[in-house]
């Protein structure tokens, strides 16, 4: 059996209502050497039930049950650990790829011969159509500096798998799990590279995010702490940068 180029892990949790609209922006890939791995994380809707019947359409999808509600984290990192291909690309169920998101994305990752490659996206509204705000990322991110800025989103990110080793991409089983596992891989002395160029639309629900600043400030303050060790001070300073940047890319 040929292995895929690429690996895509999506964790699933009741996701019915959008999942088949996020997976053909999947199957309508320029690039078309994957295998989309779709992991199923105890869902009370019919997203089980959905997911099968889209494996069953499509051989390069799979679909694992993760029997007990872990979160994003453990629905993940079963993914991660079944991964055939050499890269590995993350998409949340109700995110949408632009077509040549994978193509792109690659091309980048060799021009640069990067390990961890990310990309610019666009807030959506929950209908998944583009805002037109867009987020901007840097040509490059070290460790020091993304401990400042949350601009790495999820569903833009592809990671070497041959160069990182599926060890090092696992990530924590804590909140903001993929912000800590960014800063775990960059922590190594690994450089990620930004492609600005909006490939991903973050699907956002219309309601106000004010009710959730307190726990993204708790969340990001405990990375610094708790998984980061920094001490009191410093931790002050990356939230007083974390907290300005996260504030531009919403206004």
Not at 17 to 40: H, N, P, R, W
Not at 106 to 116: G, I, Q, V, W
Not at 133 to 144: E, F, G, N, T, W
Not at 151 to 178: H, W, Y
Request: with cysteine.
């Amino acid at each position: 059996m040929t292995l895929p180029r690429v690996s895509i892990v999506m964790p699933v949790h009741n996701a019915g209502a959008v999942l088949q609209e996020t997976v053909k922006s999947v199957l309508d890939q320029s690039f078309g050497d994957y295998e989309l791995i779709m992991v199923e994380d105890n869902s009370s809707d019919e997203s089980l039930e959905l997911m099968q019947r889209l494996s069953a359409s499509d051989e390069r999808i799979r679909v694992l049950v993760n029997n007990s509600e872990h979160g994003a984290a453990h629905a993940r990192n079963l993914g991660i650990k079944a991964a055939r291909g050499r890269y590995l690309a993350y998409l949340d169920a109700d995110d949408i790829w632009q077509k040549d998101k994978l193509l792109k994305t690659l091309r980048f990752m060799r021009k640069h011969e990067a390990s961890f490659v990310f990309t610019a996206y666009e807030f959506g509204n929950e209908k998944a159509e583009g805002t037109g705000k867009i987020v901007h990322v840097p040509r490059m991110l070290d460790y020091s500096h993304a401990l400042t800025r949350t601009v790495i989103f999820t569903s833009t990110v592809m990671l070497d798998l041959k160069k990182l080793g599926k060890k090092k991409v696992l990530m924590p089983d804590v909140p903001s799990e993929d912000t800590a596992s960014w800063w775990k891989i960059l922590r190594s002395g690994v450089i990620a590279y930004g492609l600005d160029e909006d490939l991903v639309i973050y699907r956002r629900a219309g309601r106000s995010l004010s009710s959730n600043k307190i726990v993204a400030v708790k969340r990001i303050w405990d990375l610094y702490r708790k998984q980061e060790h920094l001490s009191i001070p410093l931790s002050v300073c990356c939230m007083i940068g974390w907290a300005w940047r996260a504030t531009v890319r919403r206004i």
